[in-house]
């Protein structure tokens, strides 16, 4: 799923929408839905904004794979490993494989901050999760670029943009 479809009112969200509802109405093999962001970002149901799918869409996501043979929901975005049972099934937030963020305001995120993979084991409808370290990678953690003046991804985004559009003649 493009997470970033939901809420646009684009012509390419009404096309994800009959994607989704099409695949889930086809009787067969167990489903696995893959987004970068989850469906919530808090364990509970909730959401914070630019942390998932926006929370209509992900209400109407679960509220149309009840039933639907959906058996595991992976996804990005939130650089820890954890894995939690919602509506049936199971949501494995993915560890990040680039830097990890300690920072006290994505503390309530929980899960495992380390960088690493997701083993994935599928068997029939059963689901075998777990988290694999990789001992190469360097744990860095960027808790610094959400400070002010750190220089950080805070300063980038507050500051003047260094890129600058040349009028067009």
């Known amino acids: 799923l493009n997470a970033q479809l939901f809420g646009t009112g684009l ?3 009404t096309a994800q929408w009959t994607l989704l509802q099409d695949a889930l109405s086809t009787q067969g093999a167990p489903i ?3 987004s970068h962001k989850p469906l919530y970002s808090q ?3 909730s ?3 630019l942390n998932a799918i926006p929370e209509a869409a992900s209400r109407e996501i679960e509220a149309k794979t009840a039933g639907a043979g959906v058996i595991l929901h992976i996804s990005g975005l939130l650089h820890r490993h954890k894995s939690v049972e919602r509506a049936g099934f ?3 937030w993915g560890a990040s494989t680039a830097y990890v963020c300690s920072h006290e305001r ?3 995120r929980n899960g495992r901050i380390e960088v690493g993979m ?3 084991t599928l ?3 059963r689901v075998d999760l777990d988290f694999v370290p990789v001992l190469e990678a360097i744990n860095m953690d960027i808790r610094n670029w959400l400070e002010p003046e750190s220089g950080g991804l805070k300063d980038l985004l507050a500051g003047p943009s260094p890129i600058s559009v040349a009028p067009v003649d």
Do not use: T
């Open 47 to 49: 959401d914070l904004p």
């Open 118 to 120: 997701q083993s994935v």
């Open 90 to 92: 199971p949501r494995m």
């Open 32 to 34: 696995v839905l893959v």
């Open 43 to 45: 364990v509970d149901g």
């Open 11 to 13: 012509e390419a969200e």
């Open 106 to 108: 994505m503390s309530r």
């Open 123 to 125: 068997d029939g409808s």
